[in-house]
């Protein structure tokens, strides 16, 4: 936040980067109440991995700004303890690669305990994770699992894809009472654009249509959002008015605004960085034909990753990776299905 | 040796930095892996250290600004360049650039269209119809508007719009002639569209097999007696198990030659339509059982007791336009037959025998084949067989 | 065989162009017309036509007589000449 | 590759072991540069100050001895004997590197120098390794598995496991720590609440040692008495090679979390001077080699620079081969 901004406050609106708009939402969570601390690999003295938690260990110290060992299993137990104890911890894992290290943890303790106890204790954890693949870091650091994550009973699972959403999410996470997993993907970190100065009431549960349309819906969510407006912009020049929606909530998903965009639309395309066979775009697709079947002009169509480890060279993770080419293509398909042939 | 010293990328997902600080100054000599300049970047202040042993030359990028990377921040005056020069100059393979994105997808997208139902903006209440229901809607030629205005507000089905279809047709029971009308049509027009046709004719003497027949008749008691027709049945039947190229199927891009050679048999019907039968093995039984089955066949048309497989079996067909006519007759072949033989009216001509001018009842025989699967040459040969057979009529 | 009146005669012979050819509509005949013209009577009908009255009256009939078959009273009074004078 | 490391220091075996320090430092610095050039892209993890721990550990195991290695595996893939052209063709991500190009530098595999390559994953290639061990052990092979991790993976779940496992079964695998201070960003202190990390081996019942990891002769010694014992049954092995890394954790790590004096005091007890002094004070070597050697070691660089420039890219319809085993040709 630079100087200008801070001193006006009001709803003057400042450029800012995603990275920027993350650090001040937990320097905010920070300052607003002293349960709340910052866990993980790195955050401290190095300034975290993407560089979010740069600055922080000077300003709060260590006992709230906490280095961890690497024993992902360990720390993120430890938040989940700490949450049960009366904390509002915030822990980062670094990326989801290594969140799988932690799965034990994150669905057998926190998604489970408050189910188990009869709903005596609830968990308010907060675990942040860089997600998603596109900086040729090759298979085991390239990622997209937050569909697994959204399969889980007992989570909160969101993906802020605006630099809005990065700086507001988090203060409606932590004010929930059950755990929350927010993904923060890797090409998301340097975008930059206008944050609005104070948002009252960020929610977590409503999707946003970032783009209004009439002839086709484009559904996705974090990484992918951008490549689905780039697409939505190519389409505009074709007189193609694509809706864009961003769903922002993974679980539990905003059925109520996916159907009126269907109603609107009538053909969908779902784009998910994840992997086609048991993805989130294949729950939404289904979930589409069970609540609103009569409104499809045309099949659902899915860009997902190709089901490959992500490889490294670049031409070949470009061709795996979900890219607005390929979303223009799947809108032909759907634009062009049921024409006659 | 000069080389550029640039801004290299110090992270994955590094754009840009700011120069914060030069180690060095013009003139002042560097080592291979001595730090040059500090920059900042999301992640702190980073050296930069420089790849070969040289002199600073200039400072090309002022401390404080903001510099992307591979920008030009010093040039060096090094002696050690000589060896390979730096990976840079040296050609990378381009990426394949199909995979990426083509600035302007305009020209690709052009036949993107809007979808044509303009009213899909806040259409009122929009009746729900199964996608079975469209397609099937689509197929009988039935608007969806239409579909929407019927009673009732459920979802519409396939059996709704079939209902529909059937109340649409006329009350009167369809005329079983028009039927047939469309079933020829459909059949010629789809001949006439795949099949290259080439036509041969040729006038045959019939004198010999008009006099053979008479005599044959004047033997027999009227119920078997032949007709004029079994015997161009017969020998074609006999030229086609000769020259197998003409009897059978063009189906899947090829011709498959059939084992056995059944004659369609084109018999007109009262007031227009024509069915064609098939004789069965009319190469393998005589002039008596041909009359027979054929006999027996016309009787079964004229009272409409056909067998449906006595419509497909036929291999090639013959076709005669009875005792009045024209002279010629071009006939289409029969899909997917490959050949069909036609016979004009027996006519008086004159006609040159043994270099006298003489009367003869001639007969103009023709034969249209499938180019693709034979050709002019061996269309003559097959019809000069089939007339050396009408001239020679005791071998039928 | 006694002669046969001719109302019964042309009767029979009605039927049995029937027999041979029921999809003509017996009432549309025109007795004086030729059947090739009426109703594309071709060689095969011709033949079951004579070989029906050859059978019924027990009549030989030649080939070149075919063509006293070629309408309905034609053919009547065929038969009935056949009849009188049996050859 | 197995010479005889007890035998006193002679000129051809110094020289020798100095020259394939020399390989892999010219390899990493080049590395560095071509990452600036983005020619190299994603992560790069570089070995600089760690040379004696890939080429002394290398020098004692058996060419058919099992090798698991982790994301900063330059130094240990050209010790082993993979060709540098391959090695720097997989940097690129070119078709013709050592895993077709899909792997890239934390991902560099060879199976017929049974190197089973590097991990992304802190301490993902301990249990691995252990398994390697327990097959030759249930072969009644005579060959061992080598397993190198860094200090951070012994904070891991995964270390305990394995250690316990290794020990319980008498498993003939090395585990070679390169404890070079940091994992990552975190100091040993910040991280370990012991920071002996051979005592904590030694909790499991296994054989354990600390090493000065600077010393090349040292550690080729310490492997092949330890390589030696396991092959004879004597169970797991934990040698801890106490070392440094010279340059950053990785690219984009602006190292705040130690300061520039610790570096450069590391820098003047480094494996190649460690080495050189000693060569030189046995008046083995005079400088003239050592330039000879440099010189031959930056050609060799340069030459799998120019292979990796001109090799072709993997062409994108292969993109979805390997996922599964490809039948037999």
Redesign the interface.
């Known amino acids: 936040m630079n100087a200008e901004a801070a001193a006006s406050g009001g709803t003057v609106t400042n450029r800012v980067t995603y ?1 920027e708009a993350a650090r001040e939402a937990i320097r905010a969570a920070l300052r607003a109440d002293p349960r709340v601390f910052l866990m993980g690999e790195d955050v401290g003295r190095y ?1 975290g991995c ?2 979010v938690t ?1 600055g922080l260990l000077d300003e709060f110290g260590p006992e709230r700004i906490r280095d961890t060992p690497l024993s992902e299993s360990a720390f993120v137990g430890a938040g989940i303890g700490a949450a049960l104890g009366g904390m509002r911890p915030i822990v980062e894992i670094m990326t989801v690669n290594f969140s799988l290290l932690a799965l034990d943890q994150i669905l057998n303790n926190a998604a489970t305990l408050c189910h188990m106890s009869g709903g005596q204790m609830n968990v308010p954890l907060v675990i942040r994770m860089a997600t998603g693949a596109g ?3 090759a298979a085991q650091h390239s990622h997209s699992l937050e569909g697994w994550y959204a399969h889980i009973p007992g989570l909160r699972i969101v993906a802020p894809a605006t630099i809005d959403d990065a700086r507001w999410m988090l203060s409606a996470a932590l004010a929930c009472p059950d755990p929350v997993l927010l993904f923060e993907h ?2 998301l ?2 975008l930059e654009g206008p944050l609005a100065a104070e948002i009252g009431g960020i929610d977590i549960d409503r999707a946003a249509v970032r783009r209004p349309g ?2 086709v819906v484009l559904i996705t969510y974090g990484g992918s959002l951008h490549k689905c407006l ?1 697409a939505a912009e ?2 505009a ?5 694509a809706e864009v929606l961003d769903l922002r909530t993974l679980r539990p998903l905003d059925d109520q605004t996916i159907m009126d965009s269907v109603r ?4 969908v395309v779902v784009v998910d960085e994840g992997w086609r066979s048991g993805s989130l775009a294949a729950e939404i697709t289904t979930r589409i034909v069970e609540q609103a ?5 045309a099949p659902v169509c899915r860009v997902c990753t190709a089901e490959v480890p992500v490889p490294y060279p ?2 070949l993770e ?2 795996a990776l979900p ?3 390929r979303i ?1 293509a799947a ?2 398909q759907v ?1 062009a299905h ?3 042939p | 040796m000069q080389i550029d010293f ?1 801004l ?8 840009s930095a700011i120069l914060t600080q030069w180690l060095k100054k013009p003139g002042d000599t560097i080592h ?2 001595e730090a040059l300049a500090v920059v900042e ?6 050296d930069i ?1 420089s ?1 070969h042993d040289g002199q600073v030359a200039a400072l090309v990028a002022a401390a404080g600004t903001k510099v992307p ?2 920008a030009v921040l010093a040039r060096i005056d090094s002696e050690t360049a000589e ?2 020069p ?3 100059q ?1 050609p ?2 381009a ?2 650039s ?5 600035k302007r ?2 020209s ?10 303009g009213t ?2 806040a259409a009122p209440h ?1 009746r ?4 079975a229901a ?1 397609r099937r809607a ?1 197929e009988l030629g039935i608007a969806a508007e239409t579909l929407a205005q019927t009673a009732g507000s459920g ?1 519409i089905h396939v059996e709704d719009v079939e209902k529909l279809a059937a109340q649409a047709a006329p009350p009167a029971a369809p005329d079983p002639r028009n039927a047939m009308r469309i079933a020829i049509g459909t059949a010629m027009a789809r001949s006439k569209r795949e099949i290259p046709h080439y036509y041969l004719a040729q006038a045959v003497d019939f004198a010999a097999a008009r006099e053979w027949l ?1 005599g044959y ?2 033997r027999v ?3 078997e ?1 032949l ?3 079994v015997l161009l049945i017969r020998a074609v039947a006999l030229a086609a198990s000769k020259i197998g190229d003409f009897n059978g199927y063009f189906r899947n891009e090829r011709f498959e030659p059939a084992k056995s050679v059944h004659i369609g048999t084109a018999i ?4 227009g339509g024509l069915v064609a039968p098939a004789l069965l093995d009319a190469d393998r039984k005589d002039l008596k059982t041909l009359m027979q089955e ?2 027996d066949l ?2 079964r048309v ?3 007791h056909m067998r449906s497989g006595e419509f497909t079996a036929a291999t090639i067909t013959v076709t005669s336009l ?3 006519g024209a002279d010629v007759l071009y006939p289409i072949i029969n899909p997917p037959q490959v050949a069909i033989v036609g016979a004009g009216i027996v006519t008086e001509r004159p006609w040159v025998v043994n270099g006298k001018l003489l009367v003869r009842p001639l007969l103009n025989l023709t034969v249209a084949g499938d180019h693709r699967v034979t050709d002019g040459r061996a269309g003559s040969r097959f019809l000069r067989v089939i007339a050396d057979l009408l001239a020679n009529p005791e071998q039928l | 065989m006694t002669s046969m009146e001719p109302k019964d005669l042309s009767s029979r012979v009605l039927t049995l162009l029937s027999a ?5 509509e017996p009432a549309s005949i025109d007795p004086n017309r030729d059947l ?1 013209d009426q ?2 009577f ?4 011709s ?2 036509f ?2 029906a009255i ?2 019924e009256f027990g009549i ?4 070149r007589d075919y063509v006293q078959l070629s309408g309905l009273r034609k053919a009547c009074e065929y038969v009935q000449a056949k009849l009188a004078s049996p050859v | 590759m197995n010479d005889d490391a007890d035998s006193a220091l002679t000129r051809e075996r110094g020289l020798s072991l100095l020259r394939d320090m020399l390989r892999v430092r010219c390899f990493e ?1 080049r590395c ?8 190299i ?3 790069l993890h570089l070995c600089n100050g760690e040379e004696a721990v890939a080429v002394g550990a290398m020098r004692s195991l058996g060419e058919d001895d099992a090798i698991v290695s982790t994301y900063r595996e330059h130094g240990h893939a050209l010790a082993r004997g993979l060709p540098m052209n391959a090695v720097m063709a997989e940097m690129y991500g070119k078709q013709t590197g050592s895993s077709r190009g899909r792997g890239g530098s934390m991902h560099i595999f060879d199976i017929s120098k049974r190197f089973y390559g590097g991990n992304a994953i802190v301490g993902g290639g301990l249990p691995v390794s252990i398994g390697l061990a327990l097959a030759q052990k249930l072969q009644r092979q005579s060959t061992i598995t080598a397993c190198f991790f860094g200090d951070g993976a012994v904070a891991e779940g995964e270390f305990h496991e394995s250690l316990n496992l290794a020990a319980l079964w008498s498993l003939p695998v090395l585990f070679l720590c390169e404890n070079n201070l940091y994992a990552m960003g975190t100091a040993l202190a910040r991280a370990e609440s012991e920071i002996d990390i051979a005592a904590k081996a030694r909790g499991y019942r296994i054989d354990a040692a600390a090493i000065d990891g600077m010393d090349v002769l040292a550690v080729q010694t310490a492997v092949r008495a330890a390589a030696d014992r396991i092959r004879h049954g004597g169970g797991p092995v934990f040698l801890e090679m106490r070392t440094y890394r010279f340059r950053a954790h990785s ?6 979390y130690r300061d520039k004096t610790e570096t450069e005091a590391w820098q003047k007890k480094g494996p190649i001077i460690t080495l050189t002094t000693r060569l030189k004070a046995a008046n083995l070597m005079k400088e003239e080699d050592y330039q000879r050697l440099e010189r031959e070691a ?2 060799e660089v ?1 030459a799998a ?2 292979f990796a ?2 090799s ?2 993997e ?2 319809s292969n993109l979805e081969r390997y996922v599964y085993a490809e039948p037999a040709q």
């Open positions: 990275r300034g993407y560089a740069k900086r040729q870091l890797i090409f970190y340097n009439r002839d780039t190519h389409l020049a074709q007189g193609v008015e609107r639309t009538h053909r079947f009569y409104e499809l002009d670049q031409h470009e061709a890219n607005p080419s223009l809108v032909r634009l049921g024409e006659s | 640039k290299p990328s110090l992270g994955a997902d590094m754009e291979r892996g970047t999301a992640k702190g202040l980073i250290e790849f990377v591979g060896i390979v730096s990976a840079a040296v990378a393979p990426i394949p199909a995979v990426v994105l083509p997808e305009a690709a997208m052009t036949e993107v269209t809007a979808p044509r139902t899909s903006g929009r729900p119809i199964s996608p469209r689509h979802a008479t008749n004047s008691p009227v119920g007696r007709i004029e027709g007109a019907l009262r007031g054929f006999s016309v009787t004229r009272s409409g009875g005792s009045d | 041979i050819a029921p999809d003509i090739r109703f594309d071709d060689s095969m009908d033949l079951h004579a070989t050859s059978k030989d009939i030649d080939e | 610095d560095v540069q071509l990452y600036g050039e983005l020619k892209r994603g992560f690219m984009f790590d602006a190292q705040l930056r050609a340069e620079v120019a420039e001109r072709d890219w062409p994108v």
